[in-house]
Nanobody, 123 residues
Framework: VQLQASGGGLVQAGGSLRLSCAAS????????MAWFRQAPGKERDFVAA????????YYADSVKGRFTISRDNAKNTVHLQMNMLKPEDTAVYYC?????????????????WGQGTQVTVSS
């Protein structure tokens, strides 16, 4: 199983980035997908999650209204559209997968992880 995250980069505050995660999961539509992020010296924090069919989403308060998570089950991909970026959004962003329909916000509950993609927001 492999999760391949991409789309990170350097952007000015107020800008946008779109992260993508391609998953080699055989039954992708059976996995709740999520994004977490980890800043230097800090724990890995929940950012957003999306249900099996994409109809349910859940966001951390810090990104609500700015970030949008989506998935394409036909292409085994999940995306994170990040708008109105702030310097405090700077972190390595990880996609994660957990089998089942329950949306979880605790990192250790997830089964599979991508390698991470760096997002840097300059002020």
């Amino acid at each position: 199983v492999q999760l391949q995250a991409s789309g990170g980069g350097l952007v000015q505050a107020g800008g946008s980035l779109r992260l993508s995660c391609a998953a080699s999961l055989r039954t992708f539509s059976s996995y709740t997908m999520a994004w977490f992020r980890q800043a230097p010296g800090k724990e890995r924090d929940f950012v957003a999650a999306i249900s099996l069919g994409g109809g349910g989403t859940y966001y951390a308060d810090s990104v609500k209204g700015r970030f949008t998570i989506s998935r394409d089950n036909a292409k085994n991909t999940v995306h994170l559209q990040m708008n109105m970026l702030k310097p405090e959004d700077t972190a390595v962003y990880y996609c994660a997968a957990v089998y089942g329909q329950v949306i979880l916000v605790v990192a250790r509950m997830y089964d599979y992880w991508g390698q991470g993609t760096q997002v840097t927001v300059s002020s």
